[in-house]
């Protein structure tokens, strides 16, 4: 299982009208590159997202776990890119198939389990209510961390420091895993959220370290019930994001144990849930 960074075009080319007031002028400008992936098992379609090309091995880990079909790097014997090939016939790298190991059960890949997911939304098409509950195996809310203000209120601008393509392109949003003294451990960017995030849950499951205990995931823009779930299912005890929480996240984080912090920017924030772990100046 090599590890892939970059296959296919993260951003790309096209002329635009560019319009500054009495200014007109036409230039090419960058624009985040969106593509399929479908995610099969054992040759069997499981899922198709839309996602920015690369750390696609990520995304496909990170997928998984979330949706709680594998726990782990163990779970997977080996998984591979498949020939999809575009109309000159080149491979577009936009077909990723996995073999589970064995013992681990296969899902079901009837109308619940198998779904489209769009850039914007993680749980799109999925069959039932029901099915967009996953179970996590972790008990986040034992989780003794605890977070200074002042590491806390300076994770957007460290996070905004390391997103490259969206400094080309202004159309990407970005996952950024903080330990809790406010190092760097992971970051990922996509189009989507609930992929950026997949992918920085992906590289942790490929490096055996799920739990993702006494850390932070800071997003980009405003924290879903999707990600807090995916946070939840990777025992992160701390969700971060510069933009609003949905109730329905709000109502998760606490019934988990994660600490939900909204409207992270500046010099403020809102802390939603279990605010006890973050640690306030005297």
Avoid: W
């Amino acid at each position: 299982m090599g590890t892939v960074l970059a296959v296919g075009r993260v951003t790309s080319r096209t002329p635009v009208l560019r319009i500054r007031g009495a200014q007109r002028t036409t230039r090419p400008d960058a624009v985040a590159a969106e593509e399929p992936l479908e995610i099969r098992l054992d040759g069997t379609p499981l899922a198709v997202t839309m996602r920015t090309p690369g750390d696609d091995f990520d995304l496909v880990h990170g997928f998984l776990a979330t949706e709680g079909v594998i726990g782990g790097p163990d779970d997977i014997a080996g998984l591979r890119y498949c020939d999809s090939v575009d109309a000159e016939g080149r491979n577009t790298y936009n077909v990723v198939d996995v073999d589970l190991a064995p013992g681990v059960p296969v899902p079901d890949t009837g109308l619940e389990r198998n779904f489209y997911t769009s850039s914007s939304c993680g749980v799109c098409g999925k069959a039932s209510i029901d099915a967009i509950r996953t179970k996590t195996a972790y008990d986040v809310a034992a989780d003794a961390v605890r977070l200074p203000l002042e590491v806390l209120l300076a994770l957007p601008d460290r996070l905004r420091a390391e997103q490259q393509v969206f400094d080309k392109t202004g159309g990407l949003h970005a996952a950024g895993l903080f330990s809790a003294g406010g190092e760097l451990r992971t970051l990922r960017e996509d189009v989507g959220r609930h992929n950026a995030v997949d992918k920085v849950v992906g590289a942790g499951v490929r490096e055996g370290r799920l739990p993702l205990a006494g850390q932070v995931l800071m997003v980009s823009g405003r924290a879903s019930f999707e990600l807090t779930q995916k946070a939840a299912m990777a025992g992160i005890p701390v969700l971060a994001a510069v933009s609003a929480p949905s109730s329905l996240a709000v109502e998760l984080a606490r019934e988990v144990g994660i600490t939900l912090v909204g409207f992270l920017r500046g010099d403020g924030c809102n802390v939603y849930t279990h605010t006890e772990r973050i640690v306030l100046p005297e």
